[in-house]
T-cell receptor
Framework: DAKTTQPPSMDCAEGRAANLPCNHS???????VYWYRQIHSQGPQYIIH???NNETNEMASLIITEDRKSSTLILPHATLRDTAVYYC?????????FGKGTLLTVNP | DSGVTQTPKHLITATGQRVTLRCSPR?????VYWYQQSLDQGLQFLIQ???????AKGNILERFSAQQFPDLHSELNLSSLELGDSALYFC?????????????FGSGTRLTVV
């Protein structure tokens, strides 16, 4: 599994877009990029995943660079309930390896 | 409710004891994953089972063991407990042997060893 690097913390104003970066420069061709978030001590929640193309669902958008070495998770209109630790991870097959993630704090 | 059920939610036990954590995957999911989350280590992958068979192993101690039963529920057994085993233990499930869309986590069991 590729190693991922994320900033430890970020702030965002409520109602604004939150853009969370992730570096995965050692990603291999068959590894997907996954994003999860964990609110307080709840179980991590799946957000989105992608391989090459940009992806969008009801929660967020995922932008993957053409060389696949980095990606950005976009929460288009952040709310206070989006305050959480966001994990970027990759996996080629069986398991996900989580790093420290980014603590996103959405401020009123 | 994610559909993944973990019991008990909280567990307090003494050092040297043995406990069993239980996980029922989402209906139809064949894979079960166990993770440990402690304050200083983050989320650590322990082990994965697929349809009753062990598929992948992570940083699981020899004092820990797991199994998946024919009805697909899984149990994580922790023995000779130490203070450092205090952590949140999460179970996750997925439909496939691999990931193919990620997996769904339960709400966890908080283990406190005193």
């Amino acid at each position: 599994d590729a190693k991922t690097t994320q900033p430890p913390s970020m702030d965002c104003a409520e109602g604004r877009a939150a853009n969370l970066p992730c570096n995965h420069s050692t990603i291999s061709g068959n590894e997907y990029v996954y994003w999860y978030r964990q609110i307080h001590s709840q179980g991590p929640q799946y957000i989105i995943h992608g391989l090459k193309n940009n992806e969008t669902n009801e929660m967020a958008s995922l932008i993957i660079t053409e060389d696949r070495k980095s990606s950005t998770l976009i929460l288009p209109h952040a709310t206070l309930r989006d305050t959480a630790v966001y994990y970027c991870t990759t996996s080629s097959n069986y398991k996900l390896t989580f790093g420290k993630g980014t603590l996103l704090t959405v401020n009123p | 409710d994610s559909g993944v059920t973990q019991t008990p939610k909280h567990l307090i036990t003494a050092t040297g004891q043995r406990v069993t954590l239980r996980c029922s995957p989402r209906s139809g999911d064949l894979s079960v994953y166990w993770y440990q989350q402690s304050l200083d280590q983050g989320l650590q992958f322990l082990i994965q089972y697929y349809n009753g068979e062990e598929r992948a192993k992570g940083n699981i101690l020899e004092r820990f063991s797991a199994q998946q039963f024919p009805d697909l529920h899984s149990e994580l057994n922790l023995s000779s407990l130490e203070l450092g085993d205090s952590a949140l233990y999460f179970c996750a499930s997925s439909a496939h042997r691999g990931l193919f869309g990620g997996y769904t986590f339960g709400s966890g069991t908080r283990l406190t060893v005193v």
